[in-house]
């Protein structure tokens, strides 16, 4: 994906992805879990949090694309995070 993304490799980034990889992968078996939960505050709190994630995370490739450090193609990832932000916002409700 860094090289997709025009991204130099280098040892530091694959910690940095290798690292953001496991944390990744903790946050998706959560929401695995507790996808067929009842409509509560803890799962409106879990669909926001990851919305704001998504949103961080778009907003971040647009400036990176923006600044040189990142290739047009990191906007593909920006369209599906900024879709999962509004997904997750919208598939919840609060009780």
């Known amino acids: ?6 991204v130099q490799y280098s040892d530091g980034a ?3 992805s ?3 990889a496991a944390f990744y ?3 998706a078996l959560m929401l695995l879990l507790a996808r067929n939960a009842e409509a509560s505050k803890a799962r409106f ?3 926001k949090g990851v919305s704001l994630t998504c949103l961080i995370l778009a907003t971040l ?7 040189g450090s990142a290739t047009a193609q ?3 990832a920006v369209v599906l995070e900024a879709f999962l932000a509004v997904a997750f916002l919208l598939s919840n409700k609060a009780k």
Not at 1 to 6: E, I, K, R, Y
Not at 61 to 67: A, K, N, V
């Open 14 to 16: 694959v910690l940095v």
């Open 25 to 27: 992968a903790g946050i």
């Open 18 to 20: 290798r690292r953001a």
């Open 45 to 47: 709190a879990l669909a």
């Open 1 to 6: 994906m860094l090289t997709q993304w025009g």
């Open 74 to 76: 990191i906007l593909v």
């Open 61 to 67: 490739g647009i400036l990176e694309w923006q600044s």
